[in-house]
């Protein structure tokens, strides 16, 4: 019996096919959902989709019902660029995504604690801006 192919615009079957491939973290170790399937030198997850390489990431953004405006990349707040967690993404212009690339120290932490991301959730995010000061 042949398989269905997976079709993109089916929001609910992309998210289990990712679900079905991934490794889900708990909370208390940062709660990423980590694509274990092939992946890019830099982490990052990809899959084949109607005939094309996607971003496991991007797909999984859109598939949870949010917008990727023109011109913007998907920042991984966690630092795990395998990740897909849609709580962990975030749609941000390049240059921002430049800026907060450029905060090593800012990225190392968060890939050495995960459980600073516990802290991110309840403080609402609001102490990226604070610490990531390199302009
Ligand atoms: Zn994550």
């Not at 889900?24 to 989709?49: H, I, N, V």
């Not at 630092?79 to 800026?99: K, Q």
């Amino acid at each position: 019996m042949k398989r269905k192919p997976l079709e993109l615009a089916d929001k609910a079957a992309v998210i289990s096919y990712l679900r079905s491939r991934s490794l889900e973290w708990p909370a208390a170790e940062g709660g990423c959902w980590e694509w274990m399937g092939y992946r890019e030198k830099e982490g990052y997850g990809r899959f084949t989709a109607e005939g094309k390489p996607r971003y496991v990431h991007r797909e999984a953004f859109k598939a949870f019902g949010r917008r990727i405006p023109d011109g913007f990349t998907i920042d991984h707040l966690c630092g795990n660029t395998s990740c897909w967690n849609p709580s962990h993404l975030e749609a941000v212009t390049r240059e921002e995504n430049t800026r907060r690339a450029r905060n090593a120290y800012w990225k190392a932490f968060l890939r050495d604690n995960h459980a600073a991301l516990n802290v991110l959730g309840k403080l609402g995010g609001s102490v990226i801006e604070p610490v990531a000061v390199t302009r």
